[in-house]
């Protein structure tokens, strides 16, 4: 049996039945707004945190990224028309937490245009192929590896027309080909993913002793 506050890390797939028979005690699923019965945050949690009796799985990617975009970056999601370009881990982490933001619409889009699709119909958004992207996002994000080889995802700087604000969760310490090219489209601001680093560890600190701590002097000590 887990004792209270004690962790395990589970990679990959789970079976939430068998997880609860491990380790004796209820399971709920969390994003870090409140408590998820749906099974479709199953498959991609990696984060297994023990608290109060219960055994909470989690991914505070998704939450970490919400966070940066809200607070330190005072954009909210209410009413927004967003873009998740990528559908691996990293983008089903972040459609999972602004789900849950009144957005007006999500689209995901991917260079595999049957990932995309089948991770829209998990999620319950909208899908689009490369190809058809065109203009009418206010946030675009992008949850693709592209950056780890110097790259920017192969998407028509067209989807920067009008954008608020886009997102890039790779980070670096300059800006990235996927910041450089929506700057260079027409992109009012740009931002990568240190923040989101910050603000899921964050979570994971609040997750495990109850408090959250500031994360404003962690950034800029980061980021100077």
């Not at 505070?60 to 919400?66: E, H, K, N, R, T």
Request: glycine share 12%; proline share 3%; with cysteine.
């Amino acid at each position: 049996m887990i004792k209270l506050r004690q962790a395990i890390v589970v990679e990959g797939r789970y079976d939430k039945n068998a997880l609860c028979q491990l380790v004796d005690a209820p399971v709920i699923e969390t994003h870090g707004f409140g408590v998820m019965k749906d099974r479709r945050l199953l498959g991609f949690l990696r984060q297994v945190a023990a608290a109060r009796g219960l055994i909470i799985l989690t991914d505070s990617d998704g939450a970490g990224f919400v966070n940066d975009l809200t607070g330190r970056c005072g954009v909210s999601l209410l009413g927004k028309r967003v873009l998740v370009i990528g559908a691996g881990g990293a983008a089903r982490g972040v459609l999972a937490a602004i789900c849950s933001q009144g957005c007006a619409r999500i689209t995901v889009s991917n260079r595999t245009i049957g990932a995309a699709i089948a991770l829209a119909d998990e999620m319950g958004v909208h899908y689009a192929a490369f190809t058809d992207l065109t203009t009418g996002y206010d946030i675009v994000i992008n949850a693709t590896s592209a950056g780890l080889s110097n790259a920017s995802p192969a998407v028509p700087g067209t989807i920067f027309k009008d954008c608020e604000i886009a997102c890039d969760l790779f980070y670096a310490k300059t800006s990235t080909p996927f910041m450089r090219f929506a700057s260079e489209s027409g992109c009012r601001r740009v931002e990568d993913g240190l923040g989101m680093l910050i603000e899921q560890a964050a979570e994971s600190f609040h997750i495990w002793l109850g408090a959250r701590p500031d994360t404003k002097p962690v950034y800029a000590a980061l980021r100077g």
